[in-house]
Every structure is written in C-alpha cells, then in structure tokens.
C-alpha cells in the first residue's frame, strides 16, 4: 500500500469524519465482520431523494474506521439512485487498497458500503422525510 494512502488510513482512522449518529434517520442499517469483529452503522437523512446528511458509528481496524470515514464524505449531497449503484471499486481506489490483495481486509474496507446498500435496498430501516406516515 502506497504511503500516501496508509497516512490517509491513519488519519481518518484516528479522525473520522461524521462520526456519531442521526437522531432519527431515514436510514439505518449496521452490519458485522464476523472474520474480524467489526461493526459499522451507517445513519443516512434523506429528504427529496438526496442524502442530506450522514453519519458512522462503530468500532473496528483502521481500515474499516477509515473506510466509512471516507464513504460518508462522499454520500452527503449524493443521490439515493448514486448511492445504490455506488461500486466498491470507487470506495477502494479512495482509500488505496487493490482488489486483489489481502481479502479479509477487503471485506473490513468494504463493510460501510455493505450496510449503505444494504439499508438502501430495503433490508434496514427506510424512511423518506418526504413520505406521509
């Protein structure tokens, strides 16, 4: 792993931005590296189809920390359509690691995408700030 990218691990690993939870999300939706222990939930506000706001918690290695860290920089003003078709080929090359190596800790750098898709597709709790209850 380039030095460059290890620094960016590190500091958004011991940093991480948008760390905490929303009051009440229209998304929410954990998931669990059994490999490793790793947990992360992602917390998303939507409001007209947009992600208006996000939030991480959890706990887990640096690359999984730094994973969501970086994911959720991204997803604030994207589109939920953006957002469900976002590859976990963009979410590796912002945080450095090729496809190819080491695959536990493929699945620890994918963690936070997997509970993204998964609370966007429905298995999580969805709510639309613009639905009617």
């Known amino acids: 792993m380039d030095d460059m990218y290890r620094e960016q691990i590190l500091e958004h690993s011991k940093h991480p931005h948008n760390f905490g939870t929303l009051e009440a999300p229209s ?3 954990e998931e669990f590296n059994p490999l ?3 947990r992360v939930r992602l917390d ?3 409001a ?3 992600i208006t706001d996000v939030r991480f918690s959890g706990r887990g290695c640096a690359i999984s920390q730094a994973s969501a860290s ?3 920089d991204e997803l604030r003003g994207m589109t939920v359509e953006a957002a ?3 590859r976990k080929e ?3 090359e912002l945080i450095g690691i090729p496809l190819a190596k080491n695959p536990v800790r493929l699945k620890c750098a994918l963690l936070s995408l997997k509970a993204l898709k998964a609370g966007l597709y ?3 709790h969805i709510h639309d700030d613009d639905e009617e209850e």
Request: net charge negative; charged share 20%.
């Open 122 to 124: 429905g298995v999580g």
């Open 27 to 29: 998304v929410s939706r």
């Open 36 to 38: 490793c222990g790793d």
């Open 70 to 72: 970086l994911l959720t």
């Open 90 to 92: 963009d979410l590796l």
């Open 44 to 46: 998303l506000q939507i």
């Open 84 to 86: 469900k078709v976002y």
């Open 48 to 50: 007209d189809g947009v």
